[in-house]
């Protein structure tokens, strides 16, 4: 009775601390990739009916699932964009407190498996679970509201884990329901976790994992061995041959590492792969040695390692896990719960630090690979023996420690203004941190900190074309822009590696700016020569899809400058590359917006001449274009725009006359 009181008071305190160093947090607003990924609520009108909510879980392209289940889950919170982002942040923390109690579940039920003691077993499951939902390393994941996509995946891997125990537990005593909570374990929760995520995919391995370290020898029946084939028999189909079909597929992409193929990466697949290490052993110390100011959600300033000598770290770094892995699979006998814990975060890596060519670093990657890993020091801390009062001394202190620095990295988040001066700080070498910062410093006045933040962050990295684009918009700002600014612009947008999403947008407001006259220095020509060095970037230039983007922003210069002609010419150009339904009638619009409403019903009429584009959708953005064509959406919009146009150009046929159209020649490309 007392075990069972005390019990349901740990239970009870955990999420109540953890809620009051979350708190905080709520009075922070949307980060980064929040913008991309939440916008889709709004992106058909809002999610209203069934053919909008069809759409919506449609539109991901994250990864080739789409991960339509994390989409479905925004919509506890919004249905439409833009939306209040405390809805998000508290389903997110609900979210993580939620994983904290199904963690104590598992590891409690791992402990019983161990022949634990009752008392230690649930004192080591409720440290365990304490010391990895308080930790501040995880802030990062819980606050920031698209990582719900990352927080999704580990429920539904420690719901499996549970089902998979209870099942085993079951069909090893012929109890009715055994092979139906394994299959639910091991199929059910992976497709789930899977539409949350792509690395849900790794659920499979990791309940084999907890198998081969924890339950291999354990709770079998040693006068039943025909029982015990059949359940290894179930457990090779359920679990062995998905995880082996895993490392087939990451194994095939493994030519891609001596072919240097990345896209547009700046680094190949091999550096990634010798780069990785020290990411890792970055991740370890920061879980290792907590701190409230750990890493930021801008980690585009760690560099690729180019060589096995180049940081000195690298070769130290794979040293270091290639011993732990080593001893992860030397442990399984004398030390199963180090052992499992230490595979565990590894097998959790597998996708996201490897062959695929994914951004280098990112924190919420720890969330779900982490989940057991302070479940060893638990054990040893709740154990009986020497120094038995210390360690019981250590592990009450340390659960009010993390709670403390949870709290504190928190405050910050609540900030934004402050964590934006915050995170540059630390990153000093992240453009995405120092532009996001030098947003933050323009947006309250201060142009003059902003334009002296991006130069500086320039003189580092003059390739970066946020840094570049945004120097000329801060300097703008204040009326005029320098000639040093719009030189930087030009030497970035002809080197950059990526962004070209970023520089086309970015290019499309610099000539609004041009046409109204509100920037001295920011003119049609201006902008017609940062438009050709966009075009002499390679990176920005390869592939049809890539010249067909520089083609409409030349048309829309064309367009500011008034001559519906050459931006009909542009456009059309563009359009024969890389016919899509979308950008002709956006194309189309801008041209009747700008007076030129023929011309955009000639436009539409050239683009049904074509034969769409291959857009080489896959997954579910193939489900997502096939939905729409299916719907007759582009049917509908292409009947409305020409309705539209037409009614703009009707009055030419009763003796007035089309908007006059320039003699002004096309931009040159």
């Keep these: 009775m007392i075990r069972r009181t005390l019990l349901a008071l740990g239970l009870t305190a955990l999420p109540l601390f953890a809620w009051w160093a979350y708190a905080p947090g709520l009075g922070g607003g949307f980060l980064f990739d929040d913008f991309n990924n939440l916008s889709q609520l709004g992106e058909f009108g809002g999610v209203h009916d069934l053919r909008s909510l069809a759409l919506y879980l449609s539109s991901g392209n994250a990864d080739p699932t789409g991960r339509p289940l994390a989409l479905l889950s925004f919509l506890i919170d919004a249905n439409n964009w833009p939306a209040d982002p405390e809805s998000f942040k508290r389903t997110n923390i609900l979210l993580h407190l939620l994983n904290g109690l199904l963690l104590a579940w598992v590891l409690l039920e791992l402990g019983r498996k161990l022949g634990l003691e009752e008392a230690r077993a649930q004192a080591a499951a409720l440290l365990g679970s304490a010391l990895w939902t308080l930790h501040p390393l995880f802030v990062s994941t819980t606050l920031y509201v698209v990582q719900r996509e990352a927080m999704l995946p580990a429920g539904f ?3 499996a884990c549970l089902l998979w125990l209870a099942g085993r537990q ?6 009715r329901g055994g092979l139906a909570l394994l299959l ?18 790794l659920l499979p391995l990791l309940l084999l994992v907890m198998e081969w370290t924890l339950l291999q020898e354990r709770d079998t029946l040693p006068n039943d061995p025909a029982r015990v084939r059949r359940f290894m028999r179930i457990r090779r189909w359920l679990l062995v041959l998905p995880s082996v079909l895993l490392a087939a597929w990451l194994l095939s992409r493994l030519p891609s590492a001596f072919s240097g ?5 700046p680094w190949s697949v091999a550096q990634r792969l010798i780069t990785e290490p020290r990411v890792l052993c970055n991740y370890l110390g920061l879980l290792w040695i907590p701190r409230a100011s750990a890493a930021s959600i801008f980690n585009d300033g760690f560099r690729a390692s180019t060589d096995l000598l180049h940081p000195w770290t690298t070769l130290p770094a794979l040293a270091l896990i290639a011993a732990l892995l080593t001893a992860g ?11 499992f814990a230490i595979l565990f975060y590894f097998a959790g890596q597998v996708l996201e630090s490897t062959l695929i060519p994914l951004e280098l670093y990112f924190e919420h990657r720890n969330y779900l690979p982490a989940l057991p890993m302070f479940w060893p020091l638990a054990l040893w801390l709740t154990d009986a023996g020497s120094l038995r009062r210390l360690r019981w001394a250590v592990a009450a202190l340390l659960p009010v420690v993390l709670v403390m620095l949870c709290n504190a990295r928190v405050g910050i988040w609540g900030r934004p203004f402050d964590q934006a001066l915050l995170l540059a700080q630390v990153d000093t070498d992240s453009a995405r941190a120092q532009t996001n910062a030098a947003q933050y410093l323009a947006a309250v006045g201060r142009p003059d900190l902003a334009a002296d933040r991006l130069r500086l962050a320039l003189k580092a990295m003059p390739d970066e074309a946020q840094l570049a684009v945004n120097l000329v918009d801060t300097e703008c700002a204040t009326g ?3 000639r040093a600014a719009i030189e930087s612009a030009e030497y970035a947008l002809s080197n950059n590696h990526e962004q070209a999403e970023l520089v086309q947008h970015w290019l499309v407001g610099a000539i609004g700016a041009a046409a109204q006259g509100t920037c001295k220095g920011l003119d049609f020509q201006t902008a017609s020569e940062l438009i050709a060095a966009m075009r002499r970037n390679p990176h920005y230039s390869r592939g049809a899809g890539h010249q067909h983007d520089i083609w409409d922003i030349e048309g829309r210069l064309a367009l500011a400058q008034g001559n519906g002609t050459a931006a009909l010419r542009a456009f059309d150009s563009g359009m024969a590359l890389f016919p899509t339904p979308d950008g002709a009638l956006l194309q189309a619009a801008l041209l009747g917006a700008a007076g030129f409403p023929a011309l955009g019903l000639q436009h539409l009429q050239y683009y049904k001449s074509l034969q769409p584009a291959d857009r080489g959708f896959r997954g579910m953005a193939a489900v997502h274009a096939w939905l729409l064509q299916r719907q007759g959406y582009w049917t509908e919009e292409f009947e409305r725009m020409e309705d539209l146009l037409r009614a703009d150009a009707a009055p030419a046929k009763h003796g007035d006359s089309q908007k006059p159209e320039s003699d002004t020649k096309a931009p040159a490309s």
Excluded: D, E, I, Y
């Excluded at 639910?184 to 849900?200: I, R």
């Design 170 to 175: 079951r069909f090893m005593h012929r109890q």
């Design 184 to 201: 639910a374990a091991s199929c059910l929760c992976t497709a789930l976790a899977t539409l949350c995520k792509a690395n849900g995919m």
């Design 157 to 159: 891997t420690l719901l």
């Design 329 to 339: 699979f030397r442990l399984r006998r004398c030390q199963p719960a180090l052992a």
């Design 480 to 482: 005029a822009v320098s």
């Design 261 to 265: 193929n990345a896209g547009t990466r």
